[in-house]
């Protein structure tokens, strides 16, 4: 392929000097975007597969940042001729690997694992240096048209990084919300892929490229690879997910702040939820894990008007929190709005557990309206599902539904008091969550507490994760709080451990006791019984032992390192 080079102190008239600045300044707003969404695309896919957000946001992008700078001491041993065609083979490459980088990451993941970090960092490395190799080409291009140095430097890395910070903001608020990984490469890299087309044209108008027809044939067909790969991609998808799972899956949703699977294996009568790959429970024995989280501390308190669900968006929690004809009202704070949503409007959810979110307005409210908390009625209908409104349904009590951070959600509810209080948080597999498990969040939990309020937390398990487990208990202990550990084997999870916690004068000796002298539950449970609750707090030798003596906090997380770095270490 051939090239007229223009010199560099030939001046091109204004009128293709601005066009020129036009093209290439919107071509470096579209590449530095569609390169930052790139990063956040492999640093997204990284962290659903192998979690740790912060570990793998941080390798991701830094690698990325190493191949930029790689690339940018590689194009000083370049030479400056044919730097148009050099432009057109970035662009086709970029738009390849951006844009297909996601499902084939994928794949290997879940076809070819043992090699999966190889396929993952090619991509990564690969696209980093593409990255970084074209902004000298651009520029090299606009200095051959003999603009100068302060609008050349303009056109490259004002557009860039202004285009980087618009195509953030549209990631965060538009495209995480509702498209798949797979979908958005494509949309990312097909734009940025049309831009450069576009500035490209203007060289094969102006002639300065002499093999028009090959260049041409080469963007049609990196243009149809990418519409093909668009219109495949959620097929492809579902292919490689059902990969990860045993089950059929049933429901694939991407929310604004998790990604979640539903598969049904319709023998067994076993539908399992799936959070960022992490089971969340099964349906086979989910009733254990529940009524564990539960009836402890709703039986052991005494005239339990108010409860606090923190997490629980699937509705099993508050399925058993509703069993109680004497509580009055339910507040329950999930940060997804899609998860509540998907709980009480999904046939499958909607029947496991009771349609306990049936005929509640759910509210999206802000944090500064939390402190005119009002309830809404909540009726309970029979364990069959049924859609139809006009069916004869009871009373149980009132139900509130916020959409907020739980942390933020303690922030601003000074005055605001519950009996019982229901944590139901995931485990603290990112620092988002590991600071749900904080210090600092047992201190603010102590504000909507009174004296003889009781909380029942899932602590994760005490055998696969014992340090995590012991480090929970550890910090509600510096907090201020008395703890008293409990375990059950949920066949699903293993051995899982709770923490019943509370702030007030009575001994932990007391409230053992206290737990010893329950002889009925006065509801109706599937699994737990009264033996089976005091049996749940034996523990053996040494096993509440550890020579950890770390407590999480906010600016030291090691809960997070306990749980990455040692849990599930014995399986």
Known sequence: MQTVNVCVDKK???????????????????????????????ATMTTYILGNSIEQFSIVIAAMMLMMGLSGWVQEKISDEYNIEKFIIIETLLAILGGFAPIAIYAAYGFFTDHFVFVHYFFVLSIGFLIGFEIPIVMRIINQYGIGIKKNLKIVYAMDYIGAFVFAIVWITFLLKHFPLTEISFFVN??????????????????????RRVVILVLIATALSLVYGYMHNRSWNVLMEQKFYDDPIV????TKYQHLVLTQDKKRNDVRLYINGATQFSSTDEKRYHELLVHPAMTISHDVKNVLILGGGDGLALREVLKYRDVKSVTLADLDPDMVKFASTHPIMRKLNRDSFADARVFVRKTNNLKSIG?????????????????????VAQVDVYHVDADRFLSELHGKKWDVIIIDFPDPSSVELAKLYSREFYRKLQWIMHDDTIVAIQSTSPYHAKEAFLTIQRTMNAAGLKTIPYRQNIPSFGDWGYMLAWRGAISVKSMKDKIRDVDNFHITTDFITPDVMIASMAFGKNELVSKNTCVNSLMMPCLLNQYIDYGWAVE
């Not at 429901?251 to 991407?254: A, F, G, P, Q, Y």
């Open 12 to 42: 091109i008239p204004v009128n293709k000097e601005r066009l020129l600045t036009f093209l290439f300044g919107f071509c470096m707003f579209s590449t530095g975007g569609a390169g930052l969404v790139n990063e956040y695309i492999l």
């Open 251 to 254: 429901h694939v949703e991407t």
């Open 375 to 395: 309830p809404d009625t909540v009726y309970l209908q029979s364990d069959t599902v049924h859609v139809d409104e006009s069916e004869k349904v009871e009373f």
């Open 190 to 211: 097909g734009f940025n892929f049309f831009v450069a087309c576009v500035t490209i044209g203007y060289f094969v108008v102006q002639n300065v490229i002499v093999k």
